[in-house]
């Protein structure tokens, strides 16, 4: 049985030493950056930050995050993407590394805590939109979707282990040394990123360009796609007006506070467990129509918020969530592999830069406002806000012809590349 499954998943794709080491360093990142939360905030709760301390510091990543998101895929483009991402690894594990000294010798007041949060999140930013625009450079067109199905199941992976192994640490030794270890991990991925070769360098066609309008260019191409505005105005939606409640509100749905935070641990863990499903679903199903696809694939998330406004058993939360969590991981594939198909190369991490912001402004809105609108109208009635908000701008989604439109020849020879528009290729080598 383990023989067949491992023939029916795309591991051959390892094979190919640029996107295994790729992998490697996607690994090693993952779950650096999936113990630094909890890490950072028992170390501010060490140094007498508190519990307000805690929420400033990890508040301090967001802005930073949105405002050089966009300047991290212009210059991603305009310098490289490899040589990009491995000076962001460099200059997060050196800001690590002094972190740490400085914590293991003379402490840190809460302001170095924001300062630390703060800078990390803009080397974050450098290299997030990199990557996303790195993926084509190292996989065939036609295994796109593979490949991103791939990487999704390793940062679901990854995002588990994380959070368990960091706690274990924590228990038995200071969280410096927690921070050290994610260090080590920005180290490994920049080893690994060195030893991918791809015969794309930077782009050189637009080098006369000024920031502004290198910016302004990605923009175009962002903007004249009907289906990649549309579908991130809606996902962005979908995040802000039902994944922000349900994430703020749903641990009030299942019972106090002694047994609710077990309770709802179950169910946060089982979302995690959806998201490998939805990264396997993703390695082996192909859709005619992926657009389409990734819209009904919010519907996991509408059906979770509603049975948390049911106040449903435990049991049938942890279905929901794990429906929630595939759902969401298999839009993402679908999404990313869409934009890499269509978008043309010299613009890739600027258009996906785009997608980061909006995804972080879209989450921060809806962790924002889920609990003072619950305040005044209820939780319940908030939820099945959500529930119907989703249902109904899929409904109005799926009638846009540049989400229902298929390739021609889509789903042949493995292949499922996403034009839903036009390929307007750049002149740009």
């Given at each position: 049985m383990t023989n067949g499954l491992a023939a029916r998943l795309p591991l051959d794709l390892l094979r190919?030493?640029?996107?295994?080491?790729?992998?490697?360093?996607?690994?090693?990142?993952?779950?650096?950056?999936?113990?630094m939360p909890i890490a950072l905030s028992f170390a501010v709760l060490e140094h007498g930050g508190g519990a307000s301390g805690v929420g400033l510091v990890l508040g301090a990543q967001t802005a930073p995050l949105m405002i050089f998101l966009l300047a991290g895929g212009v210059l991603a483009d305009r310098w490289g993407r490899r040589i990009t991402m491995i000076g962001s690894d460099l200059?997060?594990?050196?800001?690590?590394?002094?972190?740490?000294?400085?914590?293991?010798?003379?402490?840190?007041?809460?302001?170095?805590?924001?300062?630390?949060?703060?800078?990390?999140?803009?080397?974050?930013?450098?290299?997030?939109?990199?990557?996303?625009?790195?993926?084509?450079?190292?996989?065939?067109?036609?295994?796109?979707?593979?490949?991103?199905?791939?990487?999704?199941?390793l940062n679901s992976v990854g995002s588990l282990l994380g959070p368990a192994v960091c706690g274990a640490l924590v228990v038995w030794t200071d969280p410096a040394w927690v921070i050290a270890i994610d260090a080590g991990t920005f180290l490994v991925s920049a080893l690994c990123l060195a030893g991918v070769r791809t015969s794309s360098a930077k782009n050189t066609a637009r080098e006369g360009e000024s920031f502004s309008q290198q910016l302004r260019?990605?923009?175009?191409?962002?903007?004249?796609?009907?289906?990649?505005?549309?579908?991130?105005?809606y996902t962005s939606l979908a995040t802000t007006f039902v994944m922000g409640p349900v994430t703020v509100l749903g641990i009030t749905s299942v019972g106090g506070k002694e047994n609710g935070a077990a309770q709802w641990g179950t169910v946060m863990a089982a979302q995690g467990v959806g998201s490998l499903l939805g990264g396997l679903v993703g390695m082996r199903v192909r859709f005619r129509r992926p657009l389409l696809a990734s819209v009904f694939c919010t519907f996991g998330l509408g059906a979770f918020g509603a049975l948390l406004a049911l106040r449903a058993p435990v049991y049938l939360l942890v279905v929901g969530s794990l429906l929630s969590g595939a759902g969401f991981a298999l839009l993402h594939i679908l999404w990313t592999s869409s934009l890499q198909a269509d978008v043309p190369s010299d613009a890739m991490s600027r258009v996906s830069a785009y997608d980061g912001v909006a995804t972080v402004l879209s989450m921060t809105v809806g962790y924002w406002w889920a609990a003072p609108v619950a305040a005044e109208v209820g939780a319940a009635p908030l939820l099945w806000f959500g529930v119907v908000w989703t249902v109904a701008s899929a409904a109005v989604m799926a009638t846009l012809p540049q989400i229902r439109r298929s390739v021609p020849g889509a789903g042949k020879d493995g292949e499922d590349g996403v034009v839903p528009e036009p390929r307007e290729r750049s002149t740009a080598h």
């Amino acid at each position: 049985m383990t023989n067949g499954l491992a023939a029916r998943l795309p591991l051959d794709l390892l094979r190919e030493r640029n996107l295994r080491r790729l992998f490697a360093a996607q690994a090693a990142s993952v779950l650096g950056s999936s113990m630094m939360p909890i890490a950072l905030s028992f170390a501010v709760l060490e140094h007498g930050g508190g519990a307000s301390g805690v929420g400033l510091v990890l508040g301090a990543q967001t802005a930073p995050l949105m405002i050089f998101l966009l300047a991290g895929g212009v210059l991603a483009d305009r310098w490289g993407r490899r040589i990009t991402m491995i000076g962001s690894d460099l200059v997060r594990a050196a800001i690590e590394i002094t972190v740490v000294v400085i914590l293991l010798t003379v402490g840190m007041p809460l302001g170095g805590f924001v300062a630390f949060a703060a800078v990390l999140s803009v080397a974050a930013a450098f290299f997030h939109p990199a990557f996303h625009g790195f993926v084509p450079e190292v996989v065939s067109g036609k295994r796109l979707q593979e490949a991103n199905a791939l990487g999704s199941t390793l940062n679901s992976v990854g995002s588990l282990l994380g959070p368990a192994v960091c706690g274990a640490l924590v228990v038995w030794t200071d969280p410096a040394w927690v921070i050290a270890i994610d260090a080590g991990t920005f180290l490994v991925s920049a080893l690994c990123l060195a030893g991918v070769r791809t015969s794309s360098a930077k782009n050189t066609a637009r080098e006369g360009e000024s920031f502004s309008q290198q910016l302004r260019h990605g923009w175009r191409e962002f903007s004249s796609r009907t289906w990649l505005w549309s579908l991130l105005a809606y996902t962005s939606l979908a995040t802000t007006f039902v994944m922000g409640p349900v994430t703020v509100l749903g641990i009030t749905s299942v019972g106090g506070k002694e047994n609710g935070a077990a309770q709802w641990g179950t169910v946060m863990a089982a979302q995690g467990v959806g998201s490998l499903l939805g990264g396997l679903v993703g390695m082996r199903v192909r859709f005619r129509r992926p657009l389409l696809a990734s819209v009904f694939c919010t519907f996991g998330l509408g059906a979770f918020g509603a049975l948390l406004a049911l106040r449903a058993p435990v049991y049938l939360l942890v279905v929901g969530s794990l429906l929630s969590g595939a759902g969401f991981a298999l839009l993402h594939i679908l999404w990313t592999s869409s934009l890499q198909a269509d978008v043309p190369s010299d613009a890739m991490s600027r258009v996906s830069a785009y997608d980061g912001v909006a995804t972080v402004l879209s989450m921060t809105v809806g962790y924002w406002w889920a609990a003072p609108v619950a305040a005044e109208v209820g939780a319940a009635p908030l939820l099945w806000f959500g529930v119907v908000w989703t249902v109904a701008s899929a409904a109005v989604m799926a009638t846009l012809p540049q989400i229902r439109r298929s390739v021609p020849g889509a789903g042949k020879d493995g292949e499922d590349g996403v034009v839903p528009e036009p390929r307007e290729r750049s002149t740009a080598h």
